[in-house]
């Protein structure tokens, strides 16, 4: 899976949650559940459905990694390249 | 048509679930009805078999109106053709016209290359639950797509790639069946007759809610997402329990009298993306496990920001718990949602100083408020019904 696939399911995931987001606007280094207005149970289900489609742990202490949408992105891609080369 | 609400005048039928023939039990859901607050699920309390239907797709009808004709067990063995039940019909039945299985399909799938699922399976055709979540709030047909995962599976993608070429306007991207303008005159109507009729008092408790962060912190760490906590299913749980002790806040205020509920049916107050409100039940709140209560809730969800809620969750809250979340504000004062006596909020959890064992630290602290019906009951009882949900706070492990 490559950054821009990851990209991309972050952004589905995200468009699951919030159809009306389009995503293309979202300041990247903005808090993503200010900006898009998630709320807990929001993120919780955005989180399960990023580990079923990446197959990647994705550990509650890690989410203020997540907060942002370059953030998730880079921590996802993170895990996968450590994921590979474990 | 059954009153989703001491508001509701009419509801339209939109879409029969079950056809004429089938056997029905208590519970299951044989009808969609759109209302004001959005599209509702009608469940049925008459075991039976489903004879005819007595009102036409899009129709909408007053409350009241009898929908179908159902032959109870004891009807079905007696062979009376004209069954029991029509006596119900307050009109002339309208002409009857028993609907074919066929009438209650989805229309028939446009052209386009789908696999070769048999027709009339549609809606098993393989999707990831992604891609079948998009398709339901969009309200797309899944067998108008065609799959491109593993075995034909229809991805996410094939559905955005369906609506880009579909150009849906603007007004599609409504999740279906809700009627944003017509829940916010629900709301108001509702809301305006509770500040009329109910004398309501105000409470608020600060309570400690460390022991739970901890203690979630603690189970969340060794579970996949799924299976993970939200302290609202404490929040939640906690009041349900603490109301076995004050059954005064449980139940209706109907035809001048307060009718406590055995049962605990907790309203969510559900916020809908764009604007609106709604306060489904989540059962027996009292008697759920935890996990079950946190599927519970995520599932209550789900269905309400995506409009199908149904008809027992509209009508029988018997209390309602709203928490504005992590990003709220640090107290909230409800109002009653009538015929219920007594609205709890839960504020966000901030981090505070605080006193323990006489000494000061960062705690995380909550505030849990009450709006209580004095017509029902007063501060004092108020104040040690929330003193109760604080104390149980306190302990999460034994909730």
């Not at chain 1, 900006?35 to 509650?60: K, Q, W, Y």
């Not at chain 2, 066929?102 to 809606?123: H, Y």
Request: glycine share 8%; aromatic share 4%.
């Amino acid at each position: 899976m490559s950054e821009a696939d990851i990209r991309k399911v972050v952004q589905e995931e995200l468009n699951n949650i919030a159809p009306e987001i389009d995503i293309a606007t979202v300041d990247p280094a903005a808090d993503l559940r200010e900006t898009i207005d998630i709320d807990s149970m929001d993120f919780l289900n955005l989180v399960t459905a990023l580990h079923h489609r990446t197959g990647l742990e994705i550990p509650e202490i890690d989410y203020p990694k997540l907060a942002t949408l370059s953030g998730m992105v880079a921590y996802l891609e993170a895990k996968l390249k450590s994921a590979k080369t474990a | 048509m059954p009153s989703l609400g001491a508001d509701m005048e009419t509801g339209t039928l939109v879409e029969w679930l079950v056809k004429p023939g089938d056997f029905v039990k208590r519970g299951d859901i044989v009808a969609v009805v759109e209302t004001q607050k959005g599209a509702i699920e009608i469940e049925v309390y008459q075991p039976g078999q489903i004879v005819q239907f007595l009102v036409d797709l899009h129709s909408k009808v007053p409350v009241g109106t009898p929908l179908a004709l159902i032959r109870t067990e004891g009807e079905a063995k007696a062979a009376a053709p004209p069954p029991l039940a029509a006596a119900a019909a307050p009109m002339p039945a309208p002409p009857v016209i028993p609907q074919p299985a066929a009438a209650v399909m989805p229309p028939p799938a446009r052209p386009p290359v789908p696999l070769p699922a048999a027709a009339g399976v549609a809606a098993r055709k393989a999707a990831s639950p992604a891609a079948r979540r998009l398709a339901e709030e969009r309200g797309i047909d899944l067998s108008a797509i065609a799959g491109s995962g593993p075995g034909g599976a229809i991805t996410s993608t094939d559905v955005e790639r369906h609506l880009a070429a579909a150009a849906p306007p603007a007004e599609a991207k409504r999740p279906l069946g809700l009627d944003l303008a017509a829940m916010r005159v629900a709301i108001a109507a509702a809301m305006a007759r509770s500040k009329r009729d109910i004398p309501h008092y105000y409470l608020q408790h600060q309570i400690d809610v460390t022991p739970c962060e901890h203690w979630l912190a603690a189970r969340n760490a060794t579970l996949p997402p799924d299976g993970r906590l939200l302290i609202g299913a404490l929040a939640l749980k906690a009041v349900a329990v603490a109301i076995a002790r004050f059954p005064a806040f449980n139940g209706f205020y109907r035809d001048n009298k307060f009718e406590p509920s055995a049962a605990v049916h907790v309203g969510v107050a559900i916020a809908i993306r764009g604007g609106g409100l709604t306060a489904p039940a989540l059962h027996d709140a009292d008697k759920l496990s935890l996990d079950d209560l946190m599927s519970g809730m995520r599932d209550l969800v789900q269905r309400t920001r995506a409009g199908r809620m149904r008809s027992s969750e509209m009508t029988d809250p018997t209390i309602t718990v709203s928490s504005l979340g992590e990003r709220g504000v640090e107290a909230l004062y409800g109002i009653i949602y009538p015929p219920q006596v007594a609205i709890v909020g839960f504020g966000k959890v901030v981090t505070r100083p605080w006193v323990v064992d006489g000494a000061i630290e960062p705690r995380s602290v909550v505030t849990i408020t009450l709006a209580g019906d004095h017509r029902v009951t007063d501060g004092h009882a108020g104040a040690l019904f929330l003193a109760e949900i604080g104390k149980l706070l306190q302990e999460p492990e034994k909730l």
